[in-house]
């Protein structure tokens, strides 16, 4: 995306503006410049769980935007690992408040189900993000020597 295409974005969802410049600022620290392939939410009610996947693009940014949950209701993140086909839990990511998880795209994940006593929806925001490789910050970190 260019600034024109962020600009029209945060104009029709101001709300999103805080958060990408958070998740901008986290990246640019020491992986240099991206830009968002895709930005939506998921809702997961109790019943309904996540499947083993992967993500395109470079990066996954998950937003935990519930302002009250309890941590009995679980609903967190799993990331896996894979070996010929098989996956091993590798982490557990605890749905929190206002919680930014951000992770290589090619990792194996899902989203947790919720417990039944949860009468909460499982919300998240995610961003799937894309390294600029015509940024000057990509160049000098993988040419630079």
């Known amino acids: 995306m260019d600034s024109g295409d962020y600009a029209k974005m945060f104009e029709t969802y101001p709300e999103l503006e805080p958060l990408w410049k958070a998740t901008d600022k986290l990246l640019r620290i020491n992986h240099g410049k991206f830009d968002v392939l895709r930005f939506y939410s998921n809702c997961n009610p109790y019943g309904q769980n996540g499947y083993i ?33 098989e996956y091993d839990a590798i ?12 992770f290589p795209a090619n990792i194996p994940h899902r989203a947790m189900p919720v417990d039944k006593l949860c009468l909460e929806n499982r919300i998240v925001v995610v961003m799937k993000l894309q390294r600029d490789v015509n940024h000057p910050s990509y160049m000098e970190k993988y040419y630079a020597q």
């Open 53 to 85: 996947h992967e993500d395109d693009g470079d990066y996954t940014v998950i937003y935990y935007p519930a302002l009250k949950w309890d941590a009995e209701w679980e609903g967190g993140t799993c990331l896996y690992s894979e070996t010929k086909g």
């Open 91 to 102: 982490r557990y990511v605890s749905y929190k408040p206002n919680r930014l998880l951000v």
